[in-house]
């Protein structure tokens, strides 16, 4: 009874996984957009999203930053789901789900997968962010988001890799996946989109992406460093607040 249970279970596991991919897939067509939100298959993903399982998550996130392109009505609905509210909550479950792997050389099972999540969530947020109406959802409240997108972003620096068993050849050229640096590209990417309204500008400060983005300015990918003196560019231009 115990083995047809499990196996039951890995079977749901496996047709959630399909599904979130079919509808990545199926997101990425205009045409297909805003007919997926009338259907209720934003509600479908963020189900999957809570799935608990990282391959899943990474397909149900990637559709629906595939929806959050388009920007308009879909994204409306989007923001009426509180889609920015499930990635945040799933951004600190994949924070406690993470193992800190210290003073080895393996990066310990699953982590490959979980920084595939976090990628995705940046990538997502920082689509969001590239859309003003999205704005007041990302920078309201107690600054949760921009405090995760600040994590996001020190996904490349030396010592957060080092934690997770990156090679680390020294503190200028840490050995790092794509998903690494892909993740504090978006996420240096969203806070820069969001720094183009200087209203967020103290909120930006407030959540420690100033400090983040200067210790950013010194990564080795180029369209990390774009994004970060894009943002500073633009927090140094308002004159109305003294925030440097």
């Not at 499990?6 to 596991?13: A, G, R, T």
């Not at 308009?72 to 989007?78: F, N, Y």
């Not at 890799?161 to 680390?168: H, K, L, M, P, S």
């Not at 504090?184 to 103290?202: E, I, K």
């Amino acid at each position: 009874g115990g083995n047809g249970h499990n196996k039951e279970c890995l079977i749901d596991v496996d047709v959630q996984s399909e599904a979130a991919a079919a509808m990545r897939n199926l997101s990425l067509s205009s045409d297909a957009k805003l007919v997926m939100c009338q259907r209720g298959l934003i509600s479908a993903l963020l189900s999957l999203v809570r799935s608990g399982d990282p391959l899943t998550q990474v397909h149900a996130i990637a559709a629906l930053g595939n929806l959050a392109d388009t920007g308009g009505a879909v994204l409306k609905h989007l923001l009426d789901e509180d889609c920015v509210g499930a990635l945040l909550d799933l951004a600190t479950k994949v924070q406690e789900r993470l193992l800190v792997v210290e003073g080895r050389g393996a990066v310990a099972p699953g982590v490959e997968v979980d920084e595939e999540v976090n990628t995705q969530i940046a990538r997502c947020l920082s689509i969001f962010a590239c859309h003003v109406q999205s704005h007041q959802a990302l920078v309201a409240g107690d600054c949760l988001c921009l405090e995760q997108l600040v994590r996001l972003s020190s996904a490349s620096l030396p010592a957060a890799a080092a934690n997770r068993g990156e090679e680390v050849k020294n503190d200028d050229n840490p050995v790092l996946s794509a998903a690494t640096l892909a993740c504090s590209r978006f996420a240096s990417l969203a806070m820069a989109a969001l720094a183009y309204n200087s209203s967020n500008h103290p909120r930006l400060v407030q959540a420690g992406a100033f400090d983040a983005l200067l210790s950013l300015s010194l990564s080795k990918d180029v369209g990390t460093c774009r994004c970060v003196a894009d943002a500073l560019h633009r927090v140094a231009l308002n004159e109305e607040e003294n925030l440097i």
